[in-house]
């Protein structure tokens, strides 16, 4: 039989690991927390990149306008070649009426007006007499 001094040891055993084991768990949360916990000299380091990045910011904004006008005369231009174009079916003519209405919604200048105005007197008459034969101008319109 197991005598006094026996479950005694048994006892303090068995109390003991439980005691052990939770205060592992314990000892163990309380390190993690203070590894993920943020620190004034953590913040400090923080707010000190931020004000870098708004530099950087600016400077991402200005070159974002930079590059916005670059893009748009570029536009201009591929529209300004497109409208002086010479439309060679009525596919291409609607194209070019496209684009010239596109380049005059972006500013473009008053020679791509006269142009858009001759494409489009000359698309009217095409249409007038279903004259869609590009080889030649277009015949006047008959009343």
Known sequence: MLSEDNLVAILTAIIG???FGGFTGWLTQHLSRRRSMVSKQDLDRFAAQLEKGDRH???LDRQDLDLGRQIREVKLIVLRQCLFAR?????????????????LKLGGNGVGHIRLTQLQEEYALRLQTN?????????????
Do not use: C, I, M
């Open 17 to 19: 690991s439980g005691g």
């Open 87 to 103: 439309p060679r079916d009525r596919n291409a003519h609607e194209s070019v009426l496209q684009s010239g209405e596109e380049y």
């Open 57 to 59: 910011f600016q400077t």
């Open 131 to 143: 004259d869609w034969d590009y080889s030649h101008s277009p015949k006047e319109a008959r009343p």
